[in-house]
């Protein structure tokens, strides 16, 4: 009797989705707002994989003040996605795992990422409700 309730827990439990799909909800990326607060001009390589694969890879140069010292990338994807975001920087690499986007529950967000004096970075998620 023992082995048929547990047998029965069991099944219920793995089919009540408790122990079920644990992936993440894709998510597509509207912009990338880039902002170098550095004293110096510098390189940013934008980077976005997915799957594994890169879907997108650019170089931008920002200075250090006025509209040089930012930079938006509209549209860097096609589509929803799980999509890992690296900002490469030169003396920094910060990666943006998926992960990061699970507490997102709009389909769409923007991204704001930041660079700042003492080897610093700060990133952003804004939650939009459609690309």
């Known amino acids: ?12 439990v793995l089919s009540s ?3 079920g799909q644990t992936d993440q909800p ?4 509207a912009w990338i707002h880039l902002r170098n607060n550095r004293d110096q001009a510098r390189d940013v390589t934008v980077g976005i994989e997915r799957n594994g694969g890169e879907v997108f890879r650019e170089t931008y140069q920002l200075g250090t003040s006025g509209e040089r010292s930012t930079r938006r990338i509209d549209d860097p994807v096609n589509g929803a996605g799980h999509y890992t975001v690296y900002f490469d920087i030169g003396d920094q690499v910060v990666h943006l795992h998926p992960s990061e986007y699970a507490d997102v529950p709009e389909p769409c967000v923007g991204i704001q990422y930041a660079f700042h004096e003492q080897e610093t970075t700060e990133f952003e ?3 939009m409700g459609e690309c």
């Open 1 to 12: 009797m023992k082995r048929r309730t547990c047998l029965g827990l069991c099944a219920g």
């Open 17 to 19: 989705g408790c122990l």
């Open 26 to 29: 894709t998510t597509n990326i």
């Open 125 to 127: 998620l804004k939650r």
